[in-house]
């Protein structure tokens, strides 16, 4: 009797050192593989809809794509799954010869099983859960990430909202226990948040209270917004508080859709090309010093040659074209700049609206990105520690060297960057 305590105390305390182990090595997996330039870098894609130019992406500098991988459109009878004339084995592959990370949106409801726009019955759940296990267990071993659903706080992608956060749990739970199963390389990230404000926080946080965390590997979040992208900063710290009241994981936050459009948008805001590069190359340098390891912007390309329609105009190619847009030509500089470089640490100035990010690689090379929100003006090197460098522009262009022993640095909207000379 003796022996079979001692044998079942032994057992219990191997499952907690795995599952302590598994915490630890999920978060590392995020972070290590997205620790450098441009391994963060992501956009999104709709292939359902349009062709994709997974040749013109990977030449942008994105390594990850997001996209859905739509239910209805995979199971259109029941239990028969068709990945292949559907084109996301095509996609896939297509991914795989690029040196592209997939992160599948598993999405959204499947008229055979559900009335409505949401998975609410068990039949639904259970049908729901067997096409993730198709979806998971063929496209395996790739270092996907599993997005459950999108935006099931919006009544656009899951209704009724009022019971939304209590069903979602429930579909997380089963789904994520499948995705695990399935691929023992994906991350399960959940619930695409949408928008930032006081109801979708309370939605998050009755998730939270029905468990969700413990499901899941990364908190996914959309923080569209009419406002600048350096005032992320406080949401972030707003969620990551609330995580950390709920649980003791390290569940890293994702930003899995964020973008700003060249036409009037639902947030209010119209933005020039110049702008739209601005704020994508911004977006992309702030949620580095936050340390968010996956970043998304959405979109690739504009939805309609309507150039007044903020919802088609998101994207940073233009509709039915190869034609870049300024915004295309801030993120293949940042990526191609910062190359291998990752975030090291922000240098403090006397104006809080002004940003000087030091980047370093593994060789202890320097790169500083340097820009400001308010108006342009000319500053000198803080610091005793002078520094001479080649100048970047934002979207691309050599503007010489700077010794700023002798010469005042330029800050304006648009970031520049500063390669240090040794």
């Keep these: ?15 907690l050192i795995v599952l302590f182990i598994d915490n630890i090595l999920t978060g590392r997996n995020i972070k290590e593989l997205s620790e450098t330039v441009p391994n963060n870098l992501g956009i999104q894609t709709h292939i359902a809809s349009s062709d994709v130019d997974v040749t013109a992406i990977q030449n942008n500098g994105f390594k990850i794509v997001r996209d859905d991988i739509l239910w209805h459109r995979v199971e259109q009878t029941p239990n028969k799954y068709d990945f ?3 084109g996301y084995d095509a996609y896939n592959n297509a991914l795989m010869d690029h040196n592209i990370r997939p992160y599948y949106i598993l999405s959204y409801s499947n008229s055979l099983y559900e009335k409505g726009n949401s998975v609410v019955t068990k039949r639904g759940r259970k049908a729901y859960t067997n096409f993730v296990r198709q979806a998971a267990s063929r496209y395996k071993n790739q270092h996907a990430i599993w997005e459950i659903w999108n935006e099931p706080n919006s009544e656009r992608f899951w209704s009724p909202t009022d019971s939304s956060a209590e069903k979602y749990t429930h579909l997380v739970k089963s789904a994520s226990k499948t995705i695990k199963r399935s691929d023992p390389t994906g991350i399960v990230v959940a619930p695409a948040l949408s928008t930032i404000d006081n109801n979708s926080f309370d939605w998050l946080e009755e998730t939270f209270k029905q468990g969700i965390l413990k499901d899941i590997d990364a908190l996914s979040v959309h923080l569209y917004r009419g406002t600048e992208p350096e005032t992320v900063i406080e949401d972030y710290k707003a969620i990551k508080k609330l995580i950390a009241k709920y649980s003791d994981k390290d569940i890293p936050v994702l930003s899995g859709e964020w973008g700003y459009s060249t036409g009037e948008a ?3 805001v119209e933005l020039d090309q ?3 590069a601005q704020y994508l190359v911004r977006m992309y340098l702030i949620n580095m010093y936050l340390g968010i390891p996956i970043n998304i912007w959405y979109d690739w390309q504009g939805h309609s040659s309507n150039v007044d ?3 088609h105009n998101f994207g940073i190619r233009e509709f039915g074209t190869q034609q870049p847009k300024e915004a295309s030509l801030g993120a293949s500089t940042l990526a191609n700049t910062l190359n291998g470089y990752k975030f090291l640490k922000r240098i403090e100035l006397n104006d809080n609206k002004d940003y000087i990010f030091e980047f370093i690689n593994n060789k202890g090379e320097v790169i500083y990105v340097c820009w400001t ?7 000198t090197w803080p610091g005793t520690e002078q520094i001479k460098g080649q100048v970047i522009s934002m979207l691309g262009e050599q503007l010489g060297v700077v010794d700023t022993g002798n010469s005042s640095i330029n800050l304006s909207k648009s970031p520049i960057y500063i390669k240090v000379l040794n």
Aim: aromatic letters at 8%.
């Design 84 to 86: 292949d004339t559907t």
């Design 266 to 268: 639902f947030y209010g």
């Design 274 to 276: 110049r702008q739209q």
């Design 373 to 379: 929100r308010g108006t342009e003006h000319a500053i």
């Design 1 to 15: 009797m003796k022996n079979k305590k001692i044998i079942i105390f032994m057992i219990l305390v191997l499952l």
């Design 309 to 311: 329609d903020g919802e």
